[in-house]
């Protein structure tokens, strides 16, 4: 099993800041590529930021400049810093992961569960 669990959401002043952060845990071999979607209430699900293992990065021109995502492969955890937070930015942020499960090395797409981020004008 592989779970991956996310944290720092909340709500924040427009002009702000918040740090997401997502782990990954449980039977895995490796990780490909880590990033963060985000839906917005009628919207449909969007890439905000990607990053692979070797570090090379993707944003949404959306967020360009104002996000920041990072990883730490030791740990198996990526990182979201959002900066200059805006209230279209509102949304359920998901982390995504694609990975090698241990074992069989089955290759699969895995997501955590949502944090909220809230961004009041």
């Known amino acids: 099993q592989v779970q991956l669990v996310e944290s720092g959401g909340g709500l924040v002043q427009a002009g702000g800041s918040l740090r997401l952060s997502c782990a990954a845990s449980?039977?895995?071999?490796?990780?490909?590529?880590m990033g963060w979607y985000r839906q917005a209430p009628g919207k449909q699900r969007e890439l905000v930021a990607a990053?692979?293992?070797?570090?090379?990065?993707n944003y949404a021109d959306s967020v360009k400049g104002r996000f920041t995502i990072s990883r730490d492969n030791a740990k198996n955890t990526v990182y979201l810093q959002m900066n200059s937070l805006k209230p279209e930015d509102t949304a359920v942020y998901y982390c995504?992961?694609?990975?090698?499960?241990?074992?069989?090395?089955?290759?699969?797409?895995?997501w955590g569960q949502g944090t909220q981020v809230t961004v009041s004008s």
């Open positions: 990053i692979t293992s070797s570090g090379s990065t």
């Open positions: 995504h992961a694609d990975l090698r499960v241990a074992g069989n090395l089955r290759r699969a797409d895995y």
């Open positions: 449980g039977s895995i071999f490796s990780i490909n590529a």
